[in-house]
Each structure stands twice: as structure tokens, then as C-alpha cells.
């Protein structure tokens, strides 16, 4: 975690080894207030940046008053470059960029290689090297005018769907720091939702970026395979689940971030986004999956949130049809045998993979149960790997008539802080993390477009997120009944 009282001059560096800071079990914690910010999204600023109303230093220094104010509570940041994200707004002051995002701060998830930060994934297993230089995805974020102000948290490899690392490091979530804010994203995702920044970097290989923005009230958008670079370490999986986006507050930054993407990395198989309109052109067809067969029963709550974001779409003139899950028999096996196959290249190639210094001895006790799973069944694995690209085939055509499919984003609430703790025994999390993500791999694996969008609050005052899907490459399509759904129902905000 960050020392985010460093001074502000001096950029600070990792402390993967530093306490987790006191905190009050059952705070809300945000930073919105009146200053350069203010109550902004990501788009407001850019156009506020534009007319010359603030400046991208202006926004720069909020961002980093921002995160200085909430990150004690969150153990959010594990990186953070204050000063070269100050350099970065005087040269966007000086140059006057026209890129959409302009001077508007964020941060990359600690999955990605940028230039003078170490890439940790969330393991003390994978050394604190800085890289030498951008990565081809971080090249491209930054190219949307974006400015980084550093590197946020995540679970080791990103396996697991809390931001808890061994030793006691945990990501918190501000809705109540009692909760887990997700993963493996969910270290973008807290300061997003509290207000420290607009919008972060996240990806997304069985739910990465839609968990955290379920638990976190925030739009979190998985798009299509092929739309955007992968990392060098991505390229080789056999087959290919990791999805690279955004996380934010609202429909319109994930849609100009996707076609501001876009202009330096076109998408390849599927076709480019392209103008976002405010609603579908024709008014769809909608399945409604309430149960999954691959885990866990849902629970009233999120059910009651799914129930009302069905009658609010029928509100607006679509057709939605009670359905099942387009899940075929034995897949939540054969995802978790494709997760040990992963885990298990992870612990015995990390020094080809990630750094020639890895230390396997460093591993948590997920990542060891994983690869000793997969050792132990190896001679089960084609098997798997055949059914799941079989599914990822046949995946559009299990549609049918219908358009998109809506459904739980996980199974049941958000849980304390500790549920999914990286130092549980490997029995234990496997178990629970697999009968809480229960819907949201199928994309993975199909390579298709998903959104988790804030449509409700539990009893409790948590948001619940909904899942909307749709076929590969209709990812506009989701955007413009996700931006028709916003623009009807606004989502509740931390401040509120």
C-alpha cells in the first residue's frame, strides 16, 4: 500500500511489506467536494479542460489531494508517480492536446508495464523492477490524453474477486471500508468511486472489471476480444480470456474511452465502436437469467435489484423474456480447470513469464492450491480446454432471438473484508469465490461484450450491480441500452 502522506513533492515508491492503516469497520469514505474537480465525470472535465474553465494542472494537484485524503482508508494505490503526472499536465497546458480525455488524471491496475513503475500483479513473488518503458497498451491509454498518477492494487494474478494480498493488504471499498471493493480490479475501482479519480484503467479475465464495479457502484465495461492490445504475458494463454478497459462513473466515459482507444489501436475481428447513440436504434429483446447453474443460488437482494432493472427495461419498450443461462453443463469445471492450468504456467515459468527473478517461494496460498490442482488432474486438461473452446464457438448462437441477456453480476452480496483473504486455506477460497462469481467468466471465455451497471442498492445501502451481455463485436449495441438505461434511471452516487 501507498504511504499516501508522502510528501507531495517526491514520488513515491512501492510498500508492498507496509500495515494496513487503522480504520473505522463501517466508514463510507469519498473525496467529492467543490474544488477543480468537483462532481464531474471524466467527460465534463476533458470539456472543461477544452474551454480553458480549469486546467489539466488544476486537476492534476485535486486528484492528488484527492487520493492523499482517501487512500489511508483504502489501501488503494501500490505506486504512485505524482510528479510525472504534474510534468505530464504542464505539457498538456503548453501543447493544447486535442485527444478526448486531455489532462483528466487516472491510474493504471498493477497488470500492465509503464515506464518507471514495477509490474507486480499483486504478488511479492514478481520483483520491483521498474520497466524500462510503456508497454503497448500503456502507450495507448495514454494517447486518449489521459494522465496516470500511478499504479493501483489488486489480488495476486488477479485470480481471485477481492483486493486482498498476503500479509494483511487489503483494498477496501468506500461504500463501507468493513466490504471488499472486488477484484481483481478493485483497487481502480475504489478511488473511482470515492471520488479520487474520474476514471482508472482495469481488466477482466472472469469478471475483473465487472465485479468491482458491482460492489462499488460504477459502470464496468468488458469489451469484445480483440478490441483492444494484450500483454506480452496475455498472448500466449491458449485460450485467450483477458479483456483490458476502464472503470468509471458513468455510460459516456466508457464509451469515449473505447472509441478514443480506438484512433491509436484498431480492433481486430470485430468492428470498431464508433459513434455511441443515446438509445438502440430498435427497441430489443431481452433474456432474463436469475439463477446460474454454475455456482451458488442468487440471493433476494440482488434478486430484488435484477427483478426491478427488468420491469424498469420493459418500462422502456423492451421485450424482456424469462430465460436460462446460456451455460453449458460443466462449464464452471472446466473454467476452473483452465484457471489451475494458468496458475500452474504462472508458478513454474514466472521467470520467463514476468521477471528472471521471480520467486516462487513467494506465492500465496491460492496460486500454489491452483497449480497443485492442475498437477494433479493435468491428464484431465485437454479435455476442459476442448469443451471450453467448443463453448466459445457456439456462444453467439445459444442468443437464439434474443439480443442481450441480463443477470446477476455475482450471487450474492458484497462481503466483509476477509472473505476471499489471500492467506485462506486454498479449500476454502476456492469455494467461496466460486459460488460468488458465478456469471461473469462465461464472457471470458466466448470473448464477448459485458457491462455491469449500478441499477440498485441492497437493504444494507451496497450497491448491486446488473450484467447485460451481448454477442462478440455488438458492443455498441450495449453501450447504447446501458447510456438509454442511465439516461432514465441516473445511478445513486456515494455523496448522495
Not at 148 to 154: D, V
Not at 214 to 221: R, S
Amino acid at each position: 500500500m501507498t504511504d499516501a502522506t508522502t510528501d507531495a513533492t517526491t514520488d513515491a515508491t512501492t510498500d508492498d511489506t507496509a500495515p494496513a492503516r487503522p480504520h473505522p469497520d463501517t466508514a463510507r469514505v469519498h473525496a467529492f467536494r467543490d474544488d477543480a474537480f468537483g462532481y464531474d465525470d471524466a467527460t465534463a472535465l476533458a470539456e472543461r479542460v477544452r474551454v480553458g474553465e480549469v486546467s489539466p494542472t488544476e486537476l492534476v494537484e485535486a486528484a492528488i489531494e484527492r487520493c492523499q485524503q482517501v487512500d489511508p482508508a483504502l489501501g488503494a494505490l501500490v505506486f504512485t508517480a505524482f510528479d510525472r503526472a504534474r510534468e505530464h499536465a504542464r505539457r498538456t497546458a503548453d501543447s493544447r492536446l486535442s485527444s478526448p480525455f486531455a489532462g483528466v488524471p487516472s491510474a493504471f491496475k498493477d497488470a500492465v508495464q509503464v515506464e518507471g513503475a514495477p509490474m507486480r500483479l499483486g504478488s511479492p513473488a514478481v520483483p520491483d523492477s521498474p520497466a524500462l518503458h510503456d508497454g503497448d497498451y500503456a502507450r495507448a491509454f495514454r494517447a486518449t490524453g489521459l494522465i496516470p498518477l500511478g499504479i493501483t492494487a489488486m489480488p495476486p494474478f488477479g485470480w481471485t474477486a477481492a483486493t486482498e494480498r498476503q500479509g494483511g493488504l487489503v483494498t477496501r471499498n468506500p461504500w463501507n471500508t468493513g466490504r471488499t471493493s472486488g477484484g481483481s480490479s478493485g483497487g481502480s475501482a475504489a478511488l473511482v468511486a470515492a471520488g479520487a479519480l474520474p476514471i482508472a484503467h482495469a481488466n477482466d479475465g472472469g469478471g475483473s472489471i465487472r465485479i468491482p464495479a458491482a460492489v462499488t457502484g460504477l459502470v464496468g465495461f468488458k469489451p469484445s476480444r480483440g478490441r483492444h492490445t494484450d500483454e506480452k504475458f496475455s498472448r500466449g494463454m491458449p485460450i485467450p480470456i483477458v479483456s483490458q478497459s476502464v472503470v468509471s462513473r458513468s455510460v459516456r466515459d466508457t464509451a469515449t474511452f473505447l472509441t478514443a482507444f480506438e484512433a491509436s489501436h484498431l480492433p481486430v475481428g470485430v468492428p470498431p465502436v464508433g459513434p455511441v447513440a443515446p438509445a438502440p436504434a430498435r427497441r430489443l429483446r431481452i433474456g432474463l437469467v436469475e439463477q446460474s447453474p454454475a455456482g451458488g443460488a442468487t440471493d433476494a437482494a440482488t434478486l430484488a435489484v435484477l427483478r426491478e432493472t427488468a420491469v424498469r427495461l420493459a418500462g422502456l419498450g423492451h421485450e424482456v423474456v424469462p430465460t436460462e443461462a446460456p451455460v453449458p453443463t460443466g462449464f464452471r469445471d472446466d473454467f476452473i480447470a483452465y484457471w489451475g492450468l494458468l496458475a500452474l504456467s504462472t508458478s513454474s515459468s514466472g521467470r520467463r513469464l514476468f521477471d528472471p527473478d521471480f520467486d516462487p517461494a513467494e506465492l500465496d496460498p491460492f496460486t500454489i492450491g491452483l497449480a497443485r490442482m492442475a498437477r494433479r488432474n493435468i491428464a484431465s486438461l485437454p479435455l476442459h480446454l476442448l469443451r471450453l473452446a467448443r463453448t466459445r464457438r457456439q456462444f453467439d448462437a445459444r442468443f437464439g432471438d434474443l439480443d442481450v441477456y441480463i443477470n446477476p453480476v455475482v450471487a450474492h452480496e458484497t462481503p466483509e473484508v476477509g472473505y476471499l483473504d489471500a492467506d485462506l486455506p486454498f479449500e476454502t477460497h476456492l469455494e467461496r469465490v466460486s459460488n460468488w462469481v458465478t456469471f461473469t467468466p462465461l464472457q471470458n471465455i466466448a470473448g464477448s461484450p459485458a457491462v455491469s451497471l449500478p441499477t440498485g442498492h441492497a437493504p444494507d445501502g451496497m450497491p448491486v450491480g446488473v450484467h447485460f451481455s451481448a454477442r462478440r463485436g455488438q458492443d455498441r449495441l450495449l453501450l447504447e441500452l446501458a447510456s438509454e438505461y442511465e439516461a432514465a434511471h441516473p445511478f445513486a452516487r456515494i455523496w448522495e
